[in-house]
């Protein structure tokens, strides 16, 4: 095996690693109450506490590829995070996230974007997400501003 294959390898097994986190972590932030599903409830969230917000995941699908009004939304979000300093990633299988996150038929429009928030009176604390900051930080440091992640599949 080439150097360049360890490095594929290594790299397919770390973005197959990093779905598993991001689903570990979204199960268990509905656990604990610490979700927040939808572009304007996330731009609530964000306004009112910002300090609250951990994580951000954007998805996208080829159905909403051409809306300009939530590009314009997720220019706005993801210029929000990067000033503030939150873990954020896109994931392209958005009724996956969907599923994830919320059963409801009509909650599939709404799952563009999920915050992943830790409560006032306590953090709750997961590996997982302290993998996903992981993750992204190290992205950052390649210039990958807005990671992707796959989700495994069910």
Known sequence: MTFEEVLIQEAVERVQCTGKALEEVLVSAIENHSVTVGVYECAKVMN???DS???CVLAMDE???CDIALQI???LIQSFCFDNDISIVRVSDMQRLAE???N???QL???HCVLITSPAEGSWEDPSLEKLHLFCEESRRLN???PEINLPAR
């Open 48 to 50: 009112v506490d910002p």
């Open 53 to 55: 917000v951990s994580f």
């Open 63 to 65: 159905e909403f590829e």
């Open 73 to 75: 939304h997720f220019t």
């Open 100 to 102: 994830i996150v919320g």
């Open 104 to 106: 409801k038929a009509d």
């Open 109 to 111: 429009e709404d799952a």
């Open 144 to 146: 990958d501003w807005l």
